[in-house]
């Protein structure tokens, strides 16, 4: 598969160089805007490829797996190859691998309108998932006609809005009481959006409301949820063991609002998380909700959600909206993973910087609305 790249002043312009050079056979990779240092060849660029893709040859010309264990075995095997060559390698393979999973990749020629093109191009650049940009803009060209731009976003809104859903209910049931467990990575944010949700969902609809700790990995892991407790003015206890897990919540099923903030678990670190992960999936009243940060890279973040797996999280939260400025991966993985989003966090204020989140909000910023206070 041989790529090339197309400068223009915009995406429309690109293809039509594209198509006028290699034909109806080139296939569009990627649109996107041009990189600083090519930005003089023209504000947008157009990848495109001819030839399908090529297989990695293994040792004995066998097909090498895109597998990431083949990646391990190929690092043995060929010491001399630096960590960057295996790393690209890797998106290499993994590209292949989606081509001919999902037929990810369009003949140009179907691909005629400027405004679907800009359409994917915009939603590529917001770092919505690939796959996902290019199934849209297919259903797009697909429902036909010639509609004017505001139908053609109304019609994109729609066909986004279809395949995610919201959710910012606290609990799994409305009895009480309402037990709620936040998991995810370390720095995702978890003790502040547990403040936040005390705040705004205990104290003041004053409902008695309990935090616990159950992170033991860290050293005075608890003083920083102990803090913000004394000062709203709520229960607090620091647990060290999933034994005391159980007994607190028997303790406390006489409060209204029961939130357990959890370890900070990398990706080395999950064996570690199996039994509470395990005891917290087994109670039918608690409400695990996935905190992850919405600055996180689009490439790391399918691997963070994938791990936390085990704890089988009902819901969503993202943090940190004020460090990034590309909203797609948000939506790419509430589709992903069929997992409604809860809340959305935009600072540190508590209880200010949470809101509840709502598809309008969602598709608002992954299409180019910034977030405010």
């Known amino acids: 598969m041989r790529l090339k790249s197309y400068f223009a002043p915009n995406v429309g312009a690109a293809l039509r160089q594209a198509r006028q050079e290699l034909g109806d056979e080139a296939i569009l990779m990627e649109a996107r805007k041009s990189p600083p240092e090519a930005r003089h ?13 090529a297989p990695v040859e293994g040792r004995g010309g066998e097909p090498a797996s895109a597998e990431p264990g083949a990646l391990k075995a190929a690092t043995t095997d060929t010491g001399w190859l630096s960590a960057e060559l295996l790393e690209l390698r890797r998106e290499v ?30 939603l590529i650049a917001a770092e919505v998932d690939a796959e996902l940009a290019q199934d849209v803009v297919s259903r797009l060209r697909a429902a036909g006609g010639s509609p004017e731009p505001a139908e053609l976003r109304q019609r994109l ?13 606290l609990g799994r049931t409305a009895e009480t009481p309402r037990v709620v467990a936040l998991v995810g990575p370390p720095g995702a944010g978890k003790t502040a959006t547990l403040a936040k949700l005390a705040v705004r969902y205990g104290l003041t609809t004053r ?43 028997e303790e406390y099923r006489h409060k209204d609002l029961i939130l357990i903030d959890t370890p900070g678990y990398g990706a080395r670190e999950m064996d570690a998380a199996a039994e ?17 940060t919405a600055s996180l890279k689009s490439a790391d973040l399918p691997h963070v959600v994938d791990g936390f797996a085990l704890f089988q999280p009902r819901k969503l939260i993202f943090t940190r909206l004020d460090e990034t400025s590309a ?46 206070r």
């Open 41 to 53: 060849l023209g504000e947008c660029e157009v990848v495109v490829a001819v030839g399908p893709p």
């Open 157 to 169: 809104r729609a066909e986004l809005g279809s395949r995610f859903s919201t959710d910012s209910q």
């Open 93 to 122: 393979q993994r590209m292949a691998a989606a081509v001919a999973r999902s037929g990810f990749l369009a003949p140009m020629g179907d691909l005629l309108s400027a405004e679907l093109a800009e359409i994917f191009s915009n």
């Open 276 to 292: 509470l992960a395990a005891f917290l999936a087994a109670q039918s009243n608690v409400d695990i909700h996935l905190v992850l």
């Open 327 to 372: 909203f797609g991966p948000i939506l790419s993985q509430a589709v992903r993973t069929g997992l409604p989003v809860s809340f959305l966090t935009n600072g540190q204020q508590i209880p200010e910087d949470l809101e509840p989140a709502t598809q309008d909000r969602i598709l608002d910023l992954a299409l180019g609305v910034r977030p405010g």
């Open 207 to 249: 409902r008695p409301t309990q935090l616990i700790s159950v992170d033991s990995l860290r050293v005075a892991s608890g003083e920083q949820l102990r803090s913000y407790a004394a000062i709203l003015g709520a229960g607090f206890q620091s647990l060290e063991s999933v034994g005391a897990l159980r007994q607190a919540l």
